[in-house]
């Protein structure tokens, strides 16, 4: 999908500190913790100044330097920022990137950009109005193995391409207690690991001309979906999404079958892993991946090393764009665009149901 500029301006700068972005931080939690923290603090021209929480001591075990602040809507609105990053539950998302674009803040929103369509481009049309950059954290563009699928669709090798499949499976026999697996506005599946399937297949491919889906509760004590499953018809081409949360072992992360041949990936990037590990942005190692693709032909395999993946992409993009220098890294249209597919499966689920 070809990437659009919000046409934000050019940031005035206070000073002559090296024209750096401050960032209120909304969410502690696994996300805001795990990801954008450290990814911002990775990030040149960044400076992480408030974090919204209501554990303060948690955020300030990690990051002694910051102010805390409990009431999310002060933080998405405070004095000291100029950048608002959105990672709290997903219901929150439209009141706090409302106030926070009121409030003259480019904003970046954790996946899901929204709940519904409509409030996706009712936040994406507040952020035009307010000449603010609006940006979705879809991070996945920046994994090594769909780095290295794009690449392999320019491989002709593998001749025209049509069939496109990808997976994000998990082995968690038991459901945790969790707003991301509880049976609220934005839990399950589909809301949580359905955006990144989505974004890249659209990434790759633009919008499809059908959707149709399927969902389950496939563990015993499970409140909401658990399984997803999404076909996206591109006329000869197919594309399918697969999510779970009981697969152990032995399935394949991304696959591409053309005339001439396949290209098929094993395991998914390791960037998330590593987070949690505790290895920081950059640090020697980051990002690559020891896992290689295989081409097959029909009579022979090859083995095709994939690019690095490099999360820090996004946000050097990101500042580039709100400092004027570049295209914002995820624009709110493509955004739009994940929620119309989100909405179409999730209407395509309620009618096999009913």
């Known amino acids: 999908m070809p990437r659009r500029s919000t046409g934000a301006a050019p940031r005035t700068p206070r000073s002559n500190s090296a024209m750096s972005i401050r960032v209120a931080l909304i969410g502690y939690g696994y996300a805001g913790k795990t990801l954008h923290a450290p990814l911002i603090a990775a990030t040149q021209g960044l400076e992480l100044t408030v974090v919204g929480s209501s554990d303060a001591q948690k955020v300030n075990a990690d990051l002694p330097e910051v102010r805390v602040v409990v009431d999310p809507r002060a933080a998405a609105t405070d004095a000291q920022a100029d950048l608002v990053v959105i990672a709290t539950p997903n219901d929150t998302h439209v009141p706090l990137a409302t106030a926070a674009l009121e409030a003259h803040k480019h904003v970046v929103v954790d996946k899901p950009f929204t709940l519904t369509l409509a409030e996706a481009q009712r936040i994406a049309a507040l952020a035009k109005a307010q000449g603010r950059l609006l940006s979705v954290f879809h991070n996945r563009r920046w994994d090594s193995d769909f780095l290295g699928a794009r690449a392999a669709l320019n491989d002709d090798r593998l001749g025209d391409v049509v069939h496109f499949e990808s997976h994000f499976d998990r082995f968690r ?13 934005g839990g399950g599946i589909l809301y949580d690991l359905g955006p990144h399937l989505i974004d890249q297949a659209l990434n790759l491919f633009g919008m499809p001309a059908a959707v149709s889906a399927d969902s389950a509760r496939q563990r015993a004590e499970a409140p909401i979906e658990d399984w997803v499953h999404l076909v996206l018809d591109y006329g000869r081409l197919r594309v ?16 591409l079958h053309g005339t001439k041949g396949s290209w098929i990936k094993q395991s998914e990037d390791v ?27 029909g009579s ?55």
């Open 271 to 297: 960037q998330e892993k590593q987070l949690i590990a505790g290895m920081r942005p950059g640090a020697p190692g980051w990002g690559v991946d020891p896992d290689s693709a295989t081409i097959y032909d």
């Open 240 to 255: 399918i999404l697969h999510a779970s949360m009981l697969v152990a072992g032995g399935a394949r992360r991304l696959v």
């Open 300 to 354: 022979s395999t090859a083995e095709v090393t994939v690019p690095t993946g490099d999360y820090r992409n996004y946000y050097a993009a990101l500042r580039d764009a709100i400092l004027g220098h570049g295209p914002n890294p995820v624009t709110p249209a493509e955004a739009v665009a994940v929620m119309q597919i989100l909405e179409q499966a999730r209407e395509a689920i309620a009618t096999r149901s009913g």
């Open 173 to 185: 026999p038991i459901a945790r207690d969790r707003w991301r697996e509880r049976a609220i506005p």
